[in-house]
């Protein structure tokens, strides 16, 4: 999507948002997406160095706002503190996306304690707290929270039993805030993408026949884009998805459709 092509949504223009796990791949395309159509964003990564020049790069090739900050998404008060230094500098929160995540490979019978736990505590526990601090500090005026989930919370693929357990929780988390937190006018979706080209999916890459594999179960047949998913977040943060909460937004090529 080009800048000038995509959907622009003029009415993201002066509101604020945070954004987890920014220092690259989608969250980092996100943060880009979202200064270029005049949002003031607040950036957090537990990579702080990566996330600082992240956040530099993007404020120089947008002319846009973007804060750099260190965050462990596991830990809740990492969270309180972006969300006041949004309302400190910007003087408003309006929307949050739970990015974050990692993404552990292990058959279901090698799956340690520690690995387990390690697994919820980012792609889980970090929604929630993330959930949290936004619901408490994005105003009256209502707002939108998107959170990552994956293809792999409806799909079972060998040695993804952390992992596709952790975003299925991910998915019906999103429905228990949509309902216990609609009467804040604050909506609560999350996106499932199938295979998308970032760091994460670097190992495809490595491996052609996985990749092959992989390309075969997507009916448009290509891996999506961080474009590709940027465009259903400026969907689900818009006014165009104003009656829409605790959905969940499959963007995957058609991935969904294969046995
Ligand atoms: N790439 C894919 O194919 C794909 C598919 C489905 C879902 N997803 C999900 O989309 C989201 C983004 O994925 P990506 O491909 O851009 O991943 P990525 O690995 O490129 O980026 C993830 C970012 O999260 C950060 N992070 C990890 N642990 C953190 C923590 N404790 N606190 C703060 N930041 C932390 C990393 O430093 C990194 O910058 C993830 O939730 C992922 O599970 C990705």
């Not at 009256?140 to 596709?164: E, I, K, Q």
């Not at 997507?218 to 465009?231: E, Q």
Request: glycine letters at 12%; a negative charge; one cysteine or more.
């Amino acid at each position: 999507m080009t800048e000038r092509n995509g959907p622009s949504y003029p009415e993201l223009d002066g509101k604020v948002a945070v954004i987890t796990g920014a220092a690259r791949g989608m969250g980092a395309r996100f943060a880009e997406g979202l200064a270029v159509r005049g949002v003031a964003v607040i950036a957090g990564d537990i990579n702080a160095e990566a996330m600082e020049a992240t956040a530099a790069a993007i404020e120089s090739s947008t002319g846009g706002r973007v804060i750099g900050c260190r965050l462990d998404v596991t830990q809740p008060e990492d969270h309180t503190r972006l969300a006041e230094r949004a309302v400190e500098q910007f003087g408003r929160l309006d929307y949050w996306v739970n990015n974050a995540g990692v993404f552990p490979q292990a058959p279901i019978l090698d799956i340690t304690p520690d690995q387990l736990h390690a697994t919820f505590s980012v792609n889980v526990d970090g929604v929630l707290f993330g959930a949290q601090a936004a619901a408490r500090s994005i105003g009256t005026g209502g707002g939108s929270v998107v959170n990552m989930a994956s293809l792999a919370a409806f799909r079972v693929r060998p040695a993804r039993g952390a992992y596709g357990t952790s975003k299925a929780a991910v998915t019906h988390l999103t429905k228990f805030l949509a309902r216990e937190l609609g009467s804040t006018g604050i909506r609560f979706n999350a996106i499932a993408p199938g295979f998308v080209e970032t760091e994460m999916t670097r190992w495809l890459h490595d491996d052609p026949a996985a990749l092959t594999a992989a390309l075969d179960t997507v009916p448009l047949g290509r891996m999506g884009t961080t474009d590709d998913i940027l465009g259903a977040l400026l969907f689900l943060l818009s006014d165009s998805s104003s009656y829409i909460t605790g959905t969940t937004l499959t963007v995957d090529g058609g991935s969904s459709t294969h046995s």
